[in-house]
């Protein structure tokens, strides 16, 4: 992973002495809530329902060990005993206090971490494919660009004050695991004929209150033409996005109302008059980068004995492990292990002290002292020996961190919601808790198959609820939890967003709804087909029908007539 030489290392103490001192002068009143506000922001300290809230950024989710075990530190010193992990890839903690705040950013700083720019109107915390580096479909490794695209956007003074927060994201698969088409600016590497590694460049996805799919503007776009094109996107950006509306400063604004067409006009006269910059990248930086990826000593006879045969027929519990957690790997002989961040009655993506000590230590002994953290919210162990699988298992067992549910329901993406969250409009936590309470048998979730559930408090979407097969969003009405149900969403390869079912549901029904839902696939699926396969062959209606009028005679009747010719 990247490693920190002495200018970045001073660069990010001077910013936790420059923050001490300004939450000493707000603390003494010398500051006035306004003034301190981007202040705060720019480090990462929102004001949330209870106490303040800090995001730290962890780029593209790489982890050491030595890092988780800091952010443990943290958690117990700092916070409750816990973090949350989120879709950015990132940890937050919910109950630190003000003035303590620069002590942690002081801790952060000794390992290498920090917490700028993950908030603010400013470019946040670059995103990845968390199988990054290994996974089998991979055309090139989009951590070294992440981290050539942070270290640019780093403290950059043209960029630093945007109309509105700003999200990239690279993904170097054949898959996009990292959601880019719904980013402000989404980066696909590709290989040309001639063997030339480059960039998809797409602009304008994005969720929340408006949400769109992005648009291509460029096919290919050389490696040495990163920066600059990414330059002269956020020019034209600034220059002319909106500051005068809050909802509709986002740059998916700026491009739908231009067209497509016309906003890579504007980008591509921009950057005629910058590509030949300084700013062009020659191959000797890239390889630079690079070296800060090279893979682990693999060993080359890690291809397993019959051990590893005999325990999937021996245990049961460890096969559907197995089947759901694991993930191929590019090297014969190593898995990518899940560490799944969803057992029931705790918070998607919560994760306590003692767990991250616990998952350091298990970094250490398997994966290379390595950890990540994902878009769905779990962690991941990459680089593990097939051999070491069944102790592994057993030892995050222990840990409760082996629920064997990565791709099926209870592998539900979702915000803190109500519970912390200063804008939300309704719970989620204690929803994602009466949907576990409802899906409890892991046979059902198997039957059920890949099926993603995503659920946000509000609007802002930080669940993502827009691209879920199914997305829940929390909404008041007269100041009771109402949830609005979509079906049909995607953030990947086939990316789409979800088609909104009818009327919201009380907050007691929606699992109730859910499952009326999940009977209508059961029923029209043909063989192994998706959930989301499912719903884009028969539509919304049957779905509709049944989920507004559970068993009458005029709904199946409804369903029959729906049904004709599926």
Known sequence: ????????????????????????????????????????????????????????????????SRQLRTLAHIARRYDKGFGHFTTRQNIQYNWPKLEETPDILAEL??????????????????????????????????????????????????????????????????????????????????????????????????????????????????????????????????????????????????????????????????????????????????????????????????????????????????ADWIKQNIAPHKIAGYRNVFVALKEPHVPPGDISADQMDAVADIADHYSFGMVRSTHHQNLLLTDVRQADLYPLWHTLKSQKLAAPVIGTLADMICCPGLDFCSLANA???SVADQINEKFDRLDYLYDLGDLRLNLSGCMNACGHH???????????????????????????????????LGPSVPKTEVANTLERILRVYVEYRENDERFLDTFRRIGLEPFRVRAYAPGSHEAKQEEQRHAVGY
């Open 109 to 318: 700083a000794q390992v290498q971490m920090h917490a700028i720019q993950t908030s603010g109107n400013c470019i946040r915390n670059v995103t990845a494919d968390h199988l990054a580096g290994v996974a089998p479909d991979e055309i090139e490794d989009p951590r070294i660009y992440c981290e050539i695209i942070r270290q640019w956007s780093t403290f950059h003074p043209e960029f630093s004050y945007l109309p509105r927060k700003f999200k990239i994201a690279v993904t170097g698969a054949a898959y996009d695991r990292a959601a880019a088409q719904v980013h402000d600016i989404g980066l696909n590497l590709v290989r040309a004929e001639t063997g030339q590694i480059g960039f998809r460049v797409l602009v304008g996805g994005g969720l929340g209150r408006t949400p769109l799919i992005g648009r291509v503007i460029r096919e290919f776009l050389p490696e040495r033409d990163l920066l600059t094109y990414l330059e002269a996107i956020l020019r034209v950006y600034n220059q002319q996005g909106r500051r005068d509306n809050l909802y509709k400063a986002r740059i998916k604004i700026l491009v739908k109302a231009l067209g497509t067409e016309k906003f890579r006009t504007q980008v591509e006269a921009e950057w005629e008059q910058i590509r030949n910059s300084g700013l062009a990248l020659d191959q000797a930086e890239i390889e630079r980068v690079r070296r800060y990826f090279s893979p682990p000593p693999y060993e080359t006879n890690a291809v397993d004995d019959l051990s590893f045969e005999q325990w999937l027929k021996a245990d049961k519990a460890f």
């Open 427 to 429: 719970s989620s936590i």
């Open 466 to 500: 827009h691209v879920g097969h199914i997305g829940i969003l929390g909404v008041d009405k007269k100041g009771e939890e109402w949830y609005q149900i979509s079906l049909g969403g995607s953030s990947e390869n086939d990316v789409s967003l979800g088609d909104i």
């Open 1 to 64: 992973m990247y490693q920190y030489d002495y200018y970045d290392q001073t660069l990010v103490d001077e910013r936790v002495a420059q923050y001490r001192g300004q939450v000493q002068r707000y603390l003494a009143g010398e500051l006035s809530d306004d003034e301190f506000r981007p202040l705060r922001l720019m480090n990462g300290l929102y004001l949330q329902r209870h106490a303040p809230m800090l995001r730290v950024a962890i780029p593209y989710g790489l982890l050491s």
